[in-house]
T-cell receptor, first 109, second 119 residues
Framework: GESVGLHLPTLSVQEGDNSIINCAYSNSASDYFIWYKQESGKGPQFIIDIRSNMDKRQGQRVTVLLNKTVKHLSLQIAATQPGDSAVYFCAEMVAKLVFGQGTRLTINP | GAVVSQHPSRVICKSGTSVKIECRSLDFQATTMFWYRQFPKQSLMLMATSNEGSKATYEQGVEKDKFLINHASLTLSTLTVTSAHPEDSSFYIC???????????????FGPGTRLTVT
């Protein structure tokens, strides 16, 4: 069935290091994927998206990688900053947006 | 651009009463709006999808008579939680899709959420 999951519920990184947040999806028919950032008490904020005809897309300090063979999606954040602390959700578009479980990213000073 | 607002941001109501949450697209016309519910430390779960001028489509397990959705205009959708109970306490988030953006038609813009507490 439709499901989008994350390998790790929490991730702790040192400030300045790169962060990698992973996501697994199960529906091979999904053609659009999005990463969202959600800070405490706020709505999700769009970070970056990728279509299924691509395997990599870069934004400002963020990169999304898509591996359709193993149905895996990752978000890489370069030079992680304290302001990156949040819960990160991957989402998969299959007629509707299906959210993964979320990974809480904490930054150690 | 593409700002979605919600009102109120927080609401506390007594058990058995009804509460209305508004969702507005401020700078675009939202042909489709979505309502999500998020319990603490959990993901967003879609409750219903509404298209302007038509009845909402509810996800399985969501009571349509309890969660009334009205999408009367291209910039406003409302969610009314009727006869609220403590288990309805949650974070309610709306989202809107910009029908005018052909190339970015998949994009959904999220509101800031409404924290509902039922006592």
């Amino acid at each position: 069935g439709e499901s989008v999951g994350l390998h790790l519920p929490t991730l702790s990184v040192q400030e300045g290091d790169n962060s990698i947040i992973n996501c697994a999806y199960s529906n091979s028919a999904s053609d659009y994927f999005i990463w969202y950032k959600q800070e405490s008490g706020k709505g999700p904020q769009f970070i970056i998206d990728i279509r299924s005809n691509m395997d990599k897309r870069q934004g400002q300090r963020v990169t999304v990688l898509l591996n359709k063979t193993v149905k895996h999606l990752s978000l890489q954040i370069a030079a992680t900053q304290p302001g990156d602390s949040a819960v990160y959700f991957c989402a998969e578009m299959v007629a509707k947006l299906v959210f993964g479980q979320g990974t809480r990213l904490t930054i150690n000073p | 651009g593409a700002v979605v607002s919600q009102h109120p941001s927080r609401v506390i109501c007594k058990s058995g009463t009804s509460v209305k949450i508004e969702c507005r697209s401020l700078d675009f016309q939202a042909t489709t709006m979505f309502w999500y519910r998020q319990f603490p430390k959990q993901s967003l779960m879609l409750m219903a999808t509404s298209n302007e001028g038509s009845k909402a489509t509810y996800e399985q397990g969501v009571e349509k008579d309890k969660f009334l959705i009205n999408h009367a205009s291209l910039t406003l959708s409302t969610l009314t939680v009727t006869s609220a109970h403590p288990e309805d306490s949650s974070f309610y988030i709306c989202s809107a899709r910009d029908g005018g953006r052909g190339l970015r038609g998949y994009e959904q813009y999220f509101g800031p959420g409404t924290r509902l507490t039922v006592t």
